[in-house]
């Protein structure tokens, strides 16, 4: 799922500052799951930005909604209707959820309300973690289902480098060494000799670096 | 001859063979790198100038290279792929090249975290093994990765490094074979404390033949005291620095662990130069490079040999 964090109270508080009359929008998406934009989510930042404004001795008018996904257009057009009546909309969905509202109402103002994080998993409950940076080229298959670009601090291929010690980073003792695991793990499935090859130098075009990225699957189209 | 580098000969001649390093100043006075060189000069067959070491930002290698150079010293550019993508780094390999840089090290490079920008965007376009491929690629085949021709190829003799001492230690010999597969013509180790552990490490290395396919040069660092002994081992991941080494230097009292520090650095090198398999030493002797002469020295190895 994508994560995100709630931004701090203070940065919505200067962000809503220029308003009165705001749309206060949650998606059902991955940000319920990792709960920091579904709809109670939604219902604890209107009453906090209302009780907060009250006592600034300004107060201000907030439509709560929860969209289905803020990544569809069908679900996003479901807000064209009362959007004119509206300052701004402040978005506690992911970034693309937050952009696609901009795209769609081109003059209202949309204000990121959350940080948007990573695609990770639930480790726990409370506690989710970064597995894969989308970079556009899968190597999981080599490297015993764990990513190197996203587990290794350095994005190394052939790692690890010499600041992993005890199956723990250089970089935080909170953080496992992406190649300790990776070899760990080969070494489990008996596919050790995976590491012996050296790997072709990545092609980042397929990630960020390469500019915005489009999937057209013409057989939906 | 790869590069016709004064190392390179040295090594091909059989002599045991000595680096050092000059770690460029925080600034932008050539002094600071001059004065670093004059301990240097006559003492080593190439110094190696180092890259934004710990992520601290300091003057460039190649411009520290190039002040070592003038004084008369065989400059040993390292080159971390934490900070330029693969268009800067070989452009930077064509600029040393032209200038005259015969020596390369090829080195991920510590990660930004520990400098002071700890929130700069850190590269890793390629990583460091890949890094020797690219060099050996356009030395060699005297093509871009690209494919493309070039218009007079870089000479280097290249270097890696590895740390016998990090883990997963099963995979650190492994880890040396991909790099001499890649392309590595020597390589520097991670500074020994630990001699029982290198041997091992070395004994499994030459059980792969690494020993005949790339020239292993031992890395030492002189302990000042032994507050820097503890210091390194808490602070530097991957530094084994065992409790035998910590007790001698702390037996000694403050004013004359210095001097017990040194003792033991050539102690050190003496051994290392009988064990078959190294061919030569790299003395870190971090903001220490007064020393390096009587190190050196007394280790036997002055004055190095002149290989034409």
């Not at chain 1, 203070?10 to 940000?31: F, R």
């Not at chain 1, 009453?47 to 909604?65: H, M, P, Q, W, Y």
């Not at chain 2, 067959?45 to 190039?66: F, H, I, P, Y």
Request: aromatic fraction near 6%; charge should be neutral; glycine fraction near 10%.
């Amino acid at each position: 799922m994508i994560t995100g964090t709630p931004k701090p109270i203070e940065e919505i508080l200067e962000m809503l500052e220029p308003y009165d009359n705001i749309v206060l929008a949650g998606c059902h998406g991955c940000v319920t799951v990792c709960r920091v934009g579904g709809e109670k989510e939604v219902q604890v930042l209107a009453s906090t930005l209302r009780l907060a404004r009250e006592a600034a001795g300004r107060k201000i008018n907030i439509r709560e909604v929860s969209l289905e996904r803020q990544c569809d257009p069908e679900y996003v057009e479901q807000m064209r209707p009362y959007m004119k009546d509206y300052q701004a909309v402040l978005s506690i969905a992911c970034g693309a959820g937050i952009q696609f509202l901009a795209e769609k109402f081109t003059t209202t103002p949309s204000l990121p309300g959350i940080n948007t994080g990573f695609l990770g998993v639930t480790e726990r409950q409370g506690e989710w973690a970064e597995r894969c940076q989308g970079c556009g080229d899968c190597v999981l298959h080599l490297t015993g289902g764990i990513c190197p670009v996203t587990r290794c601090a350095k994005s190394l291929f052939h790692g690890p480098c010499g600041g992993s010690v005890q199956g723990i980073c250089e970089v935080d003792k909170e953080v496992k060494c992406g190649w300790q695991l990776i070899i760990d793990r080969l070494t489990a499935l008996d596919q050790l000799e995976n590491y012996g090859k050296l790997k072709p130098y990545k092609g980042w075009n397929t990630s960020r670096d390469g500019g915005p990225r489009r999937i057209i699957r013409e057989d939906m189209i | 001859m790869k590069s016709g580098s004064n190392l390179e000969k040295v090594l091909a001649a059989g002599h045991f063979s000595v680096t050092a390093e000059c770690g460029p100043p925080r600034g932008a006075n050539p002094d600071i790198v001059r004065k670093k060189a004059a301990y240097v000069k006559g003492h080593v067959d190439a110094c190696n100038v180092t890259d934004n070491q710990t992520s601290v930002v300091r003057m460039s290698s190649l411009a520290g290279c190039m002040l070592i150079k003038e004084e008369g010293i065989e400059p040993l550019i390292q080159m971390v792929v934490r900070d330029r993508n693969r268009i800067a780094l070989q452009s930077d390999l064509l600029g040393a090249s032209a200038m005259g840089v015969r020596n390369l090290l090829c080195l991920s490079g510590d990660h930004q975290k520990f400098g002071d920008d700890p929130k700069a965007k850190n590269v890793f376009d390629i990583d460091s093994m890949q890094l020797i491929h690219l060099v050996k690629t356009m030395r060699d085949e005297g093509v871009f990765p690209s494919g493309d021709k070039i218009e007079g190829a870089p000479k280097f003799y290249i270097g890696c490094a590895v740390n016998p001492f990090a883990d997963p230690f099963q995979i650190r010999v492994p880890r040396l074979k991909l790099k001499v597969e890649a392309g590595a013509d020597f390589v520097q180790t991670q500074c020994i404390y630990n001699m029982d552990k290198f041997k091992k490490y070395l004994e499994l290395a030459k059980k792969e033949g690494l020993h005949e396919k790339v020239k292993i040069l031992a890395g030492v660092t002189p302990l000042k005291s032994a507050g820097m002994a503890k210091f390194m081992r808490k602070m530097v991941a991957g530094m084994d620095i065992p409790d035998e080494v910590v007790n001698r230097i702390a037996a000694e009292p403050k004013e004359k662990q210095a001097e017990k520090g040194i003792e033991m650095c050539i102690e050190q090198i003496q051994e290392l130069k009988e064990l078959e398999g190294i061919a030569g030493v790299h003395v870190m002797a971090i903001e220490w490079e007064e020393k390096l002469e009587q190190i050196i020295g007394g280790a036997g190895l002055l004055p190095r040999p002149v290989v034409e």
